[in-house]
């Protein structure tokens, strides 16, 4: 969710002072600084749920997750942005003279938000599409429980392919029993400590 600021052109490295020392975050378009808007309460839970879900599927793997304030860096769109939530691959590749951006994810998620579900289905994922290393790109509706999953099919050629699955339940449904498993494996290792 994005409101623009003062109507005129920042450079980069005006719009990155800016960022670093503001409370609030904001994303750089093309010149454009745009104030991101606090996310709903639901907003938030599905995000952070999908966030828990992703660190625990990828443990041990080289891969890190990255929940709503780790910004990105989209050179081909002069496009600074925080995805909602991010896998990157180890090592992290940040924009050069950066150590606080991102450039290389390969997984990004997106809570829609009826503000701004048009634009996280068009012009940023046209943006994305020209990050070298991104192949998956989910799209999750808090209104509607609709999952859009869009993945890379073949570096080679950029095709990709849109894939629906119509609930969000078994995603939810999943974390529940993750959770419920890790609390009972914590209970049962008390109980052992007793």
């Given at each position: 969710m994005t409101q623009a600021l003062e109507q005129r052109t920042y450079t980069d490295e005006e719009y990155l002072n800016i960022e670093v020392t503001s409370?609030?975050?904001h994303e750089y378009v093309n010149?454009?600084?745009?104030?991101?808007?606090g996310g709903t309460p639901n907003h938030?839970?599905?995000?952070?749920?999908?966030?828990?879900?992703?660190?625990?599927?990828l443990k041990g793997k080289p891969y890190r997750t990255f929940y709503a304030d780790q910004r990105l860096w989209i050179a081909d769109r002069n496009l600074y942005t925080y995805p909602d939530v991010m896998v990157v691959p180890r090592p992290l590749q940040l924009q050069i003279g950066?150590?606080?951006?991102?450039?290389?994810?390969?997984?990004i998620a997106e809570v829609l938000p009826k503000s701004t579900q048009d634009?996280?289905?068009g012009e940023k994922f046209v943006a994305y599409r020209t990050i070298d290393s991104f192949c998956e790109y989910l799209l999750i509706d808090q209104y509607s429980f609709m999952l859009n999953t869009i993945s890379r099919l073949r570096r080679?050629?950029?095709y990709f392919q849109n894939t629906k699955i119509p609930q969000l339940h078994y995603l939810s449904m999943?974390?529940?029993f993750k959770f419920k498993?890790?609390?009972?494996?914590?209970a049962s290792i008390l109980m052992l400590e007793i």
């Open positions: 409370e609030e975050r010149g454009e600084i745009r104030l991101m808007t938030n839970d599905i995000a952070g749920n999908l966030y828990v879900l992703l660190k625990l599927a950066r150590n606080d951006t991102i450039t290389n994810p390969v997984m634009y996280d289905r080679i050629n950029g999943l974390l529940i498993l890790l609390k009972f494996m914590k």
